[in-house]
């Protein structure tokens, strides 16, 4: 994605991993291949991938400068961290940090470091390896977690909360936050609850429109138009639907810009033969 300009605010995505370890159909347990194939019209090319044949689907962070703050909005998956059963995350050694500093972000110039959720895919590169311990990677940030996803989390026993988000709490770089709040006059927490008890969206206004920042309330293109599909890593599968069902219904045709965690590009959702679909950013 080449930068966006959105008024005074700049918008760039660094891409960590570029394909999805999981194929649509065990992503989505209640799609077919006949309802996706339904909708290939559509979805080919702008949200297709040739190389897996599969829609396409993207791990990483999207970096926001607003006129008072540089912020990222998730971290991927991180560098020599240990993530059994996940071969393409384990260990990994990906350039990350190289691309952060080549879309003009130095890691001590992060103001603020947004997750919208506190799995293992959105936490990584909040900490990174120093020794035998693992440091807040943005040593100057503010690391801004919802509290009700904290309280959740923090009692589960999961690799990516003790490597990714417990050191940054440890460290003081953690503001647990209600799930409105304000980062500045441009960025504000919203509650999109289900996929994760404590989801939250970012929404981005600016003087030349509003978008989103989703997170995991879809994760591929095809929910636009098959809300009633959760995630095999919902949480709360029934409440997820329900989030996503609401936020599709007022973000048709709004010209609101969404700019989910895991599509491989930005859109609009528009109504069209009496549903609903994602429609490319100017078809890039
Ligand atoms: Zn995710």
């Excluded at 959105?122 to 100057?140: A, I, K, L, M, Y």
């Amino acid at each position: 994605m080449s930068p966006l300009e959105l008024g005074e605010v700049t918008v760039t995505r660094v891409i960590e991993i570029d394909r999805s370890s999981f194929p649509t159909l065990s992503m989505l347990p209640d799609s077919t291949p006949d309802a996706i194939a339904r909708h290939h019209h559509w979805l080919r090319p702008h949200f297709w991938d040739d190389r897996t044949g599969d829609l396409g689907s993207r791990i990483g962070t999207y970096v926001v400068k607003t006129p008072r703050h540089t912020v990222l909005i998730d971290t991927g998956v991180g560098n020599d961290k240990p993530r059994d059963g996940s071969p393409a995350w384990h260990m990994r050694r990906g350039a990350y940090l190289d691309d952060l500093r080549a879309a003009g972000v130095a890691p001590e110039q992060v103001d603020v470091v947004l997750c919208t959720h506190l799995h293992i895919d959105h936490v990584g590169w909040n900490t990174r390896s120093v020794g035998d311990r693992w440091v807040p990677t943005f040593p100057n940030a503010r690391y801004v977690f919802a509290g009700e996803e904290w309280e959740f989390w923090r009692h589960e026993k999961d690799a990516c909360i003790a490597d990714s988000v417990v050191p940054v709490v440890e460290a003081g770089q953690a503001a647990l936050v209600d799930a409105d709040y304000a980062v500045d006059d441009w960025l504000r927490l919203e509650p999109t609850p289900g996929h994760t008890p404590g989801h939250i969206s970012v929404r981005l206004r600016t003087s030349a429109g509003e978008a989103v920042f989703s997170g995991d309330l879809m994760h591929r293109t095809v929910q636009v138009a098959e809300p009633q599909w959760s995630s095999r890593f919902c949480y709360d599968p029934a409440k997820a639907r329900a989030t996503r069902r609401a936020f599709i219904e007022v973000h048709a045709d709004s010209g609101v810009l969404i700019l989910a965690a895991h599509f491989p590009t930005p859109g609009f959702i528009v109504r069209k033969d009496g549903g609903f679909r994602f429609a490319p950013m100017n078809g890039r």
